[in-house]
C-alpha cells in the first residue's frame, strides 16, 4: 500500500528537480499535478497537456528508492520539455539533455522493475517465429476480430 511517506518523497524529489530546471533555464516552471493512477507494467506517465504526471503505487512501494530517483525525473523531464520547447520527440534530444544536463539523471527511456506482481493473466498466441503472451485486454481485441501481427516477422497472431 503507498504510504504517506513515500508520497512525500516523490513530492520532495520533484521539488528538488524542479529548483534544478528553474535555476538552469533561469525561470520558474509550473509544477505538476501529480497522481497516482497508473496500473500494470507502466512506472509513469505525463499527460502533457494537463500538466500532469501519474505513477504506479505498487512498483513505487516495490521499488521506492529506485523509482523515485529514476522514474520521477523521466516523468518530470517530460513536463519540462513540453513547458520549454512545446511538442518534440518523447525521448528525443530535448528529453536527453533534460534529463542528463539539467537534472543530472541518466536518460534511460524503460524501467527493470520486477512487474511480476502487476502482470496479469496472459494468453499465449503464435506466429510464424516465436510464441507471444498477450495480455486480457488484446485477448479481447482478438475475441471482438481485432487482429494483430508480429513486429519481427509480420504474420498475424494465432492463439495456442
Given at each position: 500500500m503507498l504510504?504517506?511517506?513515500?508520497?512525500?518523497?516523490?513530492?520532495?524529489q520533484l521539488k528538488r528537480d524542479l529548483?534544478?530546471?528553474?535555476?538552469?533555464?533561469?525561470?520558474?516552471?509550473?509544477?505538476p499535478k501529480i497522481n497516482y493512477?497508473?496500473?500494470?507494467?507502466?512506472?509513469?506517465?505525463?499527460?502533457?497537456?494537463?500538466?500532469?504526471?501519474?505513477?504506479?503505487?505498487?512498483?513505487?512501494?516495490?521499488?521506492?528508492?529506485?523509482?523515485?530517483?529514476?522514474?520521477?525525473?523521466?516523468?518530470?523531464?517530460?513536463?519540462?520539455?513540453?513547458?520549454?520547447?512545446?511538442?518534440v520527440q518523447p525521448h528525443g534530444k530535448e528529453w536527453q539533455m533534460m534529463m542528463e544536463t539539467v537534472l543530472g539523471v541518466p536518460a534511460e527511456t524503460y524501467h527493470c522493475f520486477d512487474v511480476s506482481s502487476v502482470v496479469g493473466k496472459q494468453y499465449a498466441y503464435r506466429c510464424a517465429c516465436q510464441t507471444h503472451q498477450l495480455t486480457q485486454r488484446r485477448h479481447n481485441g482478438v475475441l471482438a476480430g481485432k487482429r494483430y501481427l508480429c513486429r519481427r516477422c509480420k504474420a498475424p497472431l494465432q492463439a495456442v
Open positions: 504510504t504517506r511517506e513515500l508520497k512525500m518523497q516523490v513530492q520532495r529548483a534544478k530546471a528553474n535555476a538552469y533555464f533561469q525561470k520558474t516552471f509550473t509544477p493512477a497508473v496500473r500494470g507494467q507502466k512506472a509513469g506517465v505525463a499527460y502533457l497537456q494537463q500538466n500532469e504526471v501519474r505513477f504506479n503505487p505498487v512498483l513505487l512501494t516495490e521499488n521506492a528508492a529506485e523509482f523515485i530517483q529514476q522514474v520521477v525525473p523521466h516523468e518530470l523531464a517530460h513536463i519540462l520539455v513540453y513547458q520549454q520547447f512545446g511538442r
